[in-house]
């Protein structure tokens, strides 16, 4: 969440922000929350006078008339359970429309209304490098021109490819758990997994901390991270029958709050910034909004698979490291030969409202005309250190709140989809991209029914 004191400094900056698409102006109605926290202060002052005088009924107590001063006592009280009363419920309705605040742009997110509205800043082909260089704002489409599209055959979709090779099986997961799911099945499993060690060797060979996570969570963990409240359609909540004290969990979408989460009401020193660390693990989302898109094959799935990168880290460092982040997304892809853009989200689509700048790197897929978002690239600012209470002491002793950056390091299903779309040939095989060929024992991938 934002400082407070911000707010109340810069109401016509958020409240242009929030006009340019960023958040929901109805939930995040700023001259509402201004009035509740006049009113907030007003009752915070009363209860206080009245806790005043009631101390001091409590000295005076001691030598004068008993009988007045357990009136006057009375009294209070009663006044004070009011007064306490009205003013949660004033904190209430204050909390929940500052919940819906968005963080603020830190200069580089572009006002837009959809992903219509990015800006592209940069594209890269596998035979050519980079071929585009933003200099002013590029919708996204403008740059398919440079994509080299033409594979010299008919190119087909990663469900076609997919399914001719016996590598990812849609009907049968229908049968078992329904729609939105998928079995993936030899080949392409061990290509997923040597993903996930090229991947691995680099992080570990930055000095990234690895992390397993838990996969259930509690609310704290994904209100802190500011999944909650505007992603709470999105999460799969279990049941507590059998949990202990009855305790109400969350399967992650993300291992982004578990990791964040491990830091809450921490303090760390600022010697030992940044911290940075990655896990992979599954990964559950109900994907309540997108019924009607992408229902055929693994690109929006309610189970997959990611390894996320992230980091706490000082004011100073948190642009450093997110550039950091970035070029690791561009290493991965440029190692697998893919050819890739980097979309700058403007306001209307830049997530959840924690994020204050968001880059997506996106593949093109030839046999789906489209490109797709394979990572994300997130700078949080203090957003969420100060919902989860993360602080760092600096070197002269002062307490300030930590920054945190956190990355899509790779979608495994959506790496895999553009691994076939871009690596197919005509005979229907597809081939392995040469950096993964030390991980495997094949170089090819041809079809091996189960």
Known sequence: MLDIKFIRENTKLIKK????????????????WLGLDKKRSELMVERDEINRKRNEFAETGKTGNIEKIREEAKSLKKDLKKVEEELGEVVGKWQEILDWVPNIPIGEMPEGKGEEDNIVLKLWEPKNGYVHEATGKKARGETEKYVKMDLGFEAKSHLDIGESLGVINIKQSAKTSGSRFSYLVGDIVLLQYAIQQLLFNELI????????????????????????????????????????????????????????AYFMDKTLEEKNLPIKLFAYAPAFRSEVGSWGRDVSGIKRVHQFDKIEMNSVCTPDQSKE??????????????????????????????GYLASSKQ????????????????????????????????????????LKYVHTVNDTGVAMGRILISILCNYQNSDGSVDVPRVLTKYLDFEKMTPRMV
């Open 17 to 32: 922000l929030i006009a340019s698409g960023r958040g929901d102006s109805e939930k995040a109605d700023i001259d509402v």
């Open 321 to 350: 490291v997110f550039s950091e982040f970035l070029s690791i997304n561009e290493w991965l892809l440029q190692e697998l030969e893919l050819p890739y853009q980097l979309a700058l989200k403007c306001t209307g689509d830049a």
């Open 205 to 260: 060979k930055r000095k990234f901390v690895p992390f397993v996570p838990p996969l259930l969570v509690k609310d704290k963990a994904l209100y802190g991270t500011s999944h909650f409240p505007g992603g709470v359609d999105q999460v799969y909540a279990i049941s507590t029958d059998y949990v202990e004290e009855s305790t109400k969990l969350y399967l992650i979408g993300s291992t982004e709050p578990p990791n964040f």
């Open 359 to 398: 880059v997506d790197p996106e593949v093109w897929l030839p046999g789906q005309d489209e490109w797709m978002e394979v990572m994300t690239a997130t700078n949080a600012t203090d957003y969420q250190a100060r919902r989860l209470n993360i602080k760092y002491k600096d070197t002269d002793g002062n």
